[in-house]
């Protein structure tokens, strides 16, 4: 079974690679609008919508031989989905109302092939260290928050987060630890 990341993240891409796996990138149309009651339902509705819209561009044939894997990553804090800013001054208020707090990190995650789809998401408890104005200016300036959920990325080279309890990767929004027993079995076949 061969793979499509439906994701052009530079992030996912690096976490597939690091854990081995052959697979070719095709960005998703499908939109991220919606109204949904919690950040569970949200990323797995995003990540399921954008593996089929990448399976279902394939043709019959390529079914057999594909799986599609997609994702989606939500910043919650307190009863509010942080999703991607829309501006450098939308990135600059997550910022600010993230110093010093806990919140969760959601990443869904699908993986559709041949007839079958699996499903899921992890959840990861991040606290954030108190941040500067200038910290916060300074980040924001390098233009990186902009494509993160929650407007940023532990990867970044900022001291931003203390602690983080739960998976990592799932903070940079690829939970591989769920995923790779998926990946691994279609492997197999």
Do not use: W
Not at 40 to 46: E, G, Q
Not at 139 to 158: E, L, R
Not at 159 to 166: A, N, Q, S, W, Y
């Amino acid at each position: 079974m061969k793979f499509i990341l439906a994701s052009r993240s530079p992030r996912r891409k690096e976490i597939l690679k690091k854990f081995g796996y052959d697979f070719i990138s095709v960005e998703s149309d499908f939109s991220e609008k919606g109204n949904y009651d919690s950040p569970i339902s949200t990323v797995t509705a995003f990540a399921r919508g954008k593996a089929e819209r990448v399976f279902n561009s394939l043709s019959i044939e390529e079914r057999k031989d594909f799986a599609v894997i997609g994702a989606d990553t939500v910043v919650f804090l307190g009863d509010r989905i942080l999703g991607k800013p829309a501006t450098p001054k939308d990135a600059e208020n997550m910022l600010n109302q993230l110093s010093g707090k806990t919140h969760f990190v959601y990443t869904g995650y699908a993986v559709i092939y041949d007839g079958a789809c699996v499903c899921g998401y992890d959840k990861t408890e991040v606290l954030f260290n108190v941040l500067s104005e200038k910290t916060v200016k300074d980040y924001v300036a390098t233009g990186s928050p902009m494509d993160k959920a929650g407007s940023y990325g532990i990867q970044d080279g900022f001291d931003l987060v203390k602690k983080i309890t739960g998976s990592t990767y799932n903070v940079i929004g690829f939970p591989i630890e769920k995923i790779k027993p998926v990946l691994d079995r279609l492997s197999a076949k």
